[in-house]
């Protein structure tokens, strides 16, 4: 175990206008740290998705990100509704985001999938009804 | 490379300087200091976009470029003039008027930029179109945007578009064609840009994508605006036909001009250092779909909001729109060129981590830990009375060893009331009628020491510090 950081997050939920403040920092703070651009826009693309989701589905959350010499994990956790399948959630273009939120521009179905596709690893935990974390880690 | 790829054509007037904290909270890169009493522009930081020149309330920064004069050093000269130069005038039908009032200034030639312009959008639409799959790409005209994408966007840098800026196509033509006419050496020819901005003239001396500019010097609009007006000869019939641009070329001064270059619907156009830094943000997080071509000006309006002109940038705007109007689309071709024989970069242009903290990820990491922590030491208020622009800043500044936690403000203000507390406490017995002992006394003296050292340590404006 080398040095490690870690930066943690509050997302409102309410505000669809902030949601990608928190990725947005990582990626400023990954650029001071001279980590490879190829990984920034992993971490960028693979947290800003799940802050999203976090936005449309669970009324906002906390983001907790450590970054080590070896990887940047980070977990996000929600109090919200809980995944109910997650294989079907992991299919692209199926989306449980209301009509307003998709005239928005948002839940088009590609969150989750773009999530594992960027991370190198990803995990869900998630109980109906008390909510969910997903960890992603990106390996430097 | 020999040149300095970091040189800016912003200089500080220090005489002028008050030390105030404008330009170190306007700089898009948090490229300034303020240390004892005067700005300091951190050369790799710097841009170069001109944004210190405007805001400065004191006119402390100004932007570098050569004078007229430099006309002298050559024995033949060619004016290139920036489709931003027609706009600074009033009415201007025919921009004949101006080529021609160039010449009887003194230049032996002029070719147009705008004229070059034209061809750098025939190239841009092909090479798009070659390259579909690759878009959207950025625009690379503007050297303030390449500089910022060199230090700040390692990920969008393949995304410029790799073809010369209009200026060095238009010196390139310029030079070749005053060598076939007067059979000079190059050396004798003089290649005399006049610029709306002071970016340009670091471009000429450090260009981007290639080796070395045809560009001899840069001028300034606002100097050489002035001097053309009393040869201004509106009478068509004695002006001689000079002109070789159309709409696309002229409309280049615009924000939004290029990308009208382009015939293409899909493309975005920011202007204003701070909106394109928000577009690179989102482009970079692939936030922005369905776009083929992204152009950006580090200048408000455009090339005609740049800092070395004379006209209100949206005023020269409108003038831009009134002159091109009937004006054919085009005038110039790559066809018709024969003298640019490779219009593309021949250079890559490269990431430059100026920002990273230490020189491994592990140093990095730990720097970056002490940033935090001394971050959370300090108040959030982003004063500025440190010289830095934020508290983050001087975290960083501190961290990399530029700094000391007591050029805040408040905690000099915690220390030294934490020191007067001690002494206070010390002398409080004394006040009661109780002598300090030997090592009291030795104690105090040191509180004392330490306190004026403190105090000492803190730069006071020149204004308020006390007669002696």
């Known amino acids: ?15 669809f206008t902030r949601a990608g403040e928190a990725s947005s920092s990582v990626k400023n703070k990954l650029k001071m740290l001279g980590v490879g651009s190829d990984v920034i826009r992993k971490t960028a693309i693979a947290m800003y998705e799940g802050e999203i989701n976090m936005v449309i589905h669970a009324d906002g959350g906390t983001i907790t990100v450590t970054i080590s ?12 509704p809980g995944i109910p399948d997650i294989d079907q959630a992991m299919q692209e273009g199926f989306s449980t985001a209301r009509e307003e939120v998709r005239s928005l521009g948002f839940g088009a179905g590609m969150g989750l999938p773009n999530m594992k596709r960027y991370s190198d690893e990803m995990h869900i935990d998630t109980v109906i009804g008390q909510g969910t974390t997903i960890t992603m880690k990106v390996n430097l | ?10 200089r500080l007037r220090e005489s002028a300087c008050q030390g105030c904290i404008n330009c170190i909270k306007y700089c898009p890169t948090q490229a300034i200091r303020v240390h004892n009493g005067k700005a300091h522009i ?47 005038y ?37 090479y798009i179109r070659q390259h579909m799959d690759e878009a959207p790409f950025i625009s690379s005209a503007c050297p ?22 209009p200026v060095e196509v238009a010196a390139e033509i310029a030079r070749a064609r005053a ?27 450090a260009p981007l994508g290639i080796e070395k500019s045809n560009i001899d010097n840069v001028v300034a609009i606002k100097d050489v605006y002035p001097l053309l007006l009393p040869h201004m000869k509106h009478d068509e019939s004695q002006l001689k036909p000079l002109s070789h641009s159309g709409r696309i070329g002229i409309g280049w001064s615009n924000a939004g001009g290029e990308a009208g270059g382009l015939l293409a619907d899909s493309y975005l156009a920011a202007d204003g250092i701070v909106n394109i830094l928000r577009v690179l943000e989102e482009l970079e997080d692939e936030k922005l779909h369905g776009l083929t071509f992204v152009e950006l000006n580090a200048c408000s309006g455009g090339c005609v909001g740049g800092t070395l002109t004379v006209e209100n940038a949206y005023i020269a705007m409108a003038k831009t729109k009134r002159l091109t109007k009937y004006q054919p689309v085009s005038k110039s071709h790559l ?49 500025g009375s440190c010289g830095a622009p934020t508290c983050q800043t001087l975290a960083e500044d501190i961290v990399r060893g530029e700094a000391t936690p007591n050029d805040c403000i408040y905690v000099l203000r915690s220390n030294i009331a934490d020191l007067s507390q001690k002494i206070e406490s010390l002398t409080q017995g004394e006040k009661a009628g109780k002598p300090l002992s030997e090592e009291e006394d030795e104690m105090l003296h040191k509180y004392i020491k330490k306190l004026t050292t403190e105090l000492a340590s803190f730069g006071v404006p020149g204004n308020l510090r006390q007669p002696r």
């Not at chain 2, 945007?145 to 800026?165: E, G, M, T, Y």
Request: glycine letters at 4%; charged letters at 25%; aromatic letters at 10%.
């Open chain 2, 42 to 88: 951190i050369d790799k930081f710097c841009i170069d976009c001109g944004r210190c020149i405007r805001y400065c309330p004191h006119h402390a920064k100004i932007p570098v470029y050569d004078p007229l004069s430099v006309i002298n050093n050559f024995k033949y000269t060619v004016a290139l003039p920036a489709p931003s130069l027609y706009a600074q």
């Open chain 1, 1 to 15: 175990m080398g040095d490690q950081l870690i930066f943690t997050y509050v997302i409102d939920g309410n505000d």
């Open chain 1, 69 to 80: 010499d070896t990887d940047i994990t980070m977990v996000l956790a929600d109090t919200g």
């Open chain 2, 90 to 126: 009033n009415n201007l039908t025919n921009v004949d008027i101006v080529l021609n009032a160039l010449l009887k200034l003194g230049f032996d030639d002029v070719y147009e930029v705008s004229a070059a312009a034209e061809l750098v959008s025939e190239a841009s639409r092909s």
């Open chain 2, 335 to 383: 066809d018709d060129t024969p003298e640019i024989r490779n219009i593309y970069w021949a250079d890559d242009i490269e990431y430059e981590p100026v920002f990273r903290l230490g020189n491994t990820f592990k140093e990095s990491l730990k720097m970056m830990s002490d940033v935090e922590k001394l971050t959370a030491r300090f108040p959030g208020l982003d004063c």
């Open chain 2, 1 to 10: 490379m020999g040149t300095n790829k970091f040189i800016r054509s912003v």
């Open chain 2, 144 to 165: 303030s945007v390449i500089r910022l994408i060199r230090v700040k966007f390692p990920a969008l840098i393949s995304r410029l578009l790799p073809i010369k800026a």
């Open chain 2, 179 to 205: 060598i076939k006419k007067t059979g000079l050496k190059p050396e004798e020819i003089g290649i005399i840009f006049i610029s709306p901005c002071p970016s340009k003239v670091s471009y000429a001396k």
